[in-house]
């Protein structure tokens, strides 16, 4: 890892992370979760204000960044939930199949490398009655917003953490078996190749 993924990259992407707008976003979203709670890329821990104490027991964050691990543990913390770290991508989840009520990924499916195999780790560690709660961004639906991100995405991923504007959120969600339940989709404020959201929940 050289000096900008180590140094200077976390910072970026706390400080893009925690815009007004994607806050927002978590906010719709995040307080959903219930029971025993996996956050997929749980980054600098963004997420860790908006879960409900009364719904939640535990939070397991996953996340391979240890960078940002420091700052999340800094928010777990003040965090009104337990919080426990695991230092792993969503392609290899350490636990048993069936354990979790929730699978909670936001701001996430577009930087795994094999996000396929992601989405089929969540749906095993998922229980049968639990929910899969998304929120991430992805492939926009008018021409000239996509044509922009093919374009972009040449050089995108280089200087974003691996971040991916062309992803088809919804088609990857259910490719892996998931069932949408809810399902939204929207501009939010900011660069439009950067701004189109998908948000909702699936179930196994």
């Known amino acids: 890892m050289g000096f900008y993924e ?24 995040v307080p959903r979760a219930r ?15 908006f879960y409900d104490p009364k719904k939640v027991e535990t939070v397991w964050g996953l996340d391979p960044s240890l960078e940002l691990q420091k700052r999340a543990r800094e ?8 919080v426990e770290f695991v230092g792993l991508s969503g392609e290899q989840i350490p636990i048993e199949d069936a354990f979790f009520d929730t699978v909670l990924v936001t701001y996430t499916l577009c930087t795994i ?38 374009s972009w995405n040449r050089w995108w991923p280089k200087i974003a953490g691996g971040c ?16 949408l339940r809810e399902l939204n989709a929207a501009y939010i404020p900011g660069l439009k190749p950067l701004a189109y959201n998908y948000w909702g929940v699936a179930a196994r």
Do not use: W, Y
């Open 35 to 49: 029971g025993k709670v996996l956050e997929i890329g749980i980054g600098s821990g963004l997420n860790l204000s």
């Open 75 to 82: 928010r777990a913390a003040r965090a009104r939930v337990g």
């Open 113 to 150: 490398p094999d996000v396929e195999r992601a989405l089929s780790e969540m749906s095993r560690v998922l229980k049968p009655d639990g929910e899969l709660l998304f929120c991430e961004h992805g492939l926009a639906p008018d021409a000239p917003v996509e044509r922009r991100q093919q």
């Open 164 to 179: 991916n504007l062309t992803r088809r959120i919804p088609e990857l969600v259910q490719g892996a078996g998931f069932e």
């Open 6 to 29: 180590h140094n200077v990259l976390p910072i970026l992407l706390d400080f893009a992370m925690r815009q007004k707008p994607i806050m927002k976003q978590r906010e719709k979203i």
